[in-house]
């Protein structure tokens, strides 16, 4: 199997999970977080939404810099809207993916620095493996808390949830 094949394949399989955990959140609660240094659950949830352009990012250009980056956290007005963030970006990486040509693209290497200070730098394969579906995993488990602490229903992301189990 290509290391296309196996990247497509995986975020399809995460991006299933992803959009079953957003679908719970409850923006009549958005403002809320466990921790001052916590994310709002409105923000952690558009995060996650967002991820996917990560893959775009990776397989578009060589260097990202965070100093340069036009960027603006963004928040959700509602499940709709967090919704059509997720798939637009899920979307626009699926088509990124697609039209890899072949797997010494993805050996390439990928660098994210700071200004002057480097971040990270590793081949773009390992790269989105890392900066877009670990990403998104991490911060999915993040949000399953949330939904837990909120008294939402977690859904099962690799099998039943406790909230799904039969007695």
Known sequence: MSIKTQLITDFEQESKSTKRILERVDFLKAD?????????????????????????????????????????????????????????????????LNTVSNDEQLQGIWTAVRGDIPVSSDSKRNSIRHWALHHIIHHRGQLSVYLRLLDIPVPGLYGPSADERRS
């Open 32 to 96: 809320w977080k466990p921790h001052d240094k916590s994310m709002t659950f409105g923000r952690l949830a558009t995060h996650i939404a967002e991820l996917p352009i990560w893959i775009n990012r990776i397989l578009e250009a060589d260097k990202f810099d965070f100093a340069t980056a036009n960027f603006t956290p963004n928040v959700a007005k509602d499940s709709e809207d967090l919704l059509r963030i997720f798939e637009t970006h899920y979307s626009n990486a699926l088509k990124a």
